[in-house]
């Protein structure tokens, strides 16, 4: 009569003996997105960020996209010579969006510190006579933004809550406002004066990926996923050093975070389906091809506002993590 005797591992066992490759994969992935990351990040007057030990924020704005409007090319033969993406957020509102500006800036101020660079007190810039005359911006202010040919993007702004009342001069809102040349005085002054460098930080949150056209005709087609990312387009670090010149960190790529945070839903009215069908047959029939857009609605719904709001503060501190290692290796003159 054979024996069969059966080995289990205690659970403590089973977590050191399966959760270490695991734990090591997650590690490495991790250390992989943060090179990723500080790669994708441009410099501009690299000089202005050497030997950097000590800033004053002069903003530090985070706008997530509410609205996207993209475009893209349409497939072979089409009918329509592009696809219009109309995008539009929502389940998620001010208090998700102001929770992560919060929690990004946490993270970028610990960031900071961890990388050797003191983030000084503002009153010293917001003394300055030039900071009398900037125009605070409520929170959820609206932005509306360019991305890429005629890509545009609407937004609202927020600032962290422990920096006050935001002044968005890097944001377009405030392009046409004479506060935001107020508070460029101010910070030009306030550099050259105390020696100390003032910085600019606005984040781009956005919520889809970039649409895409497929074949032509009546069998065109136009999709649009969920994702959300900090985007390239506008996000970046501008710096005012104690010389008086600026230069910048410009994110080059998306910094996006996986999961499923929405819904798509296409709500294209069937009247307007109904119209471009018609267009498309009518062309046909007189032997021509039209030279109109594929355009569509689509609805983003968040199910989860604490979860889009987490991945939102993720891609955040990615973004911090990018930004800052490239001012640690411009600080060290590397």
Do not use: W
């Amino acid at each position: 009569m054979k024996l069969f005797r059966t080995f289990c591992l205690a659970p403590a066992t089973l977590v050191l003996a399966l959760g270490i490759p695991a734990l090591v994969h997650a590690a490495d992935e991790a250390a992989q997105k943060t090179a990723q990351s500080v790669a994708s990040v441009k410099v501009e007057r690299p000089q202005s960020f050497e030997g950097i030990s000590k800033v004053v924020i002069g903003q530090f704005s985070v706008a997530f996209f509410t609205k996207k409007v993209d475009y893209d090319g349409g497939g072979f033969l089409a009918v329509s010579n592009e696809g219009k993406a109309i995008g539009e957020l929502s389940g998620v509102g001010p208090e998700e969006f102001q929770a992560a500006t919060d929690a990004i800036y946490a993270d970028f101020a610990a960031q900071m510190a961890a990388g050797g660079i003191t983030i000084e007190d503002r009153a010293g810039l917001m003394a300055n006579p030039y900071y009398a005359k900037v125009k605070p911006y409520p929170q959820g202010s609206k932005v509306f933004t360019m991305l890429k040919k005629k890509d545009k993007a609407d937004a609202v702004a927020y600032g962290p809550i422990a920096l006050g009342a935001p002044a968005n001069a890097l944001l377009q809102s405030g392009m046409f406002d004479f506060g935001m040349g107020g508070l460029n005085t101010a910070e030009y002054v306030y550099a050259k004066e105390s020696g100390i460098p003032v910085i600019n930080v606005v984040y781009f949150v956005d919520f889809a990926g970039p649409a895409k056209s497929r074949d032509g005709g009546i069998f065109q087609s136009l999709k649009i996923t969920a994702e959300l990312a900090v985007s390239p387009f506008g996000s970046r670090i501008n710096i005012v050093d104690p010389k008086g010149k600026q230069g910048n960190l410009l994110l080059t790529s998306p910094i996006s975070e996986g999961g499923e945070f929405a819904t798509v839903t296409d709500r294209t009215s069937g009247l307007s389906k109904g119209i471009r069908t018609a267009t498309i047959v009518g062309g046909a029939f007189f032997g021509g091809f039209g030279a109109g857009t594929l355009s569509k609605r689509f609805d983003f719904t968040v199910n989860d506002p604490t979860g889009f709001k987490n991945s939102a503060i993720a891609a955040g501190v990615r973004a911090n993590t990018a930004f800052i290692g490239q001012m640690a290796q411009r600080k060290a003159g590397l």
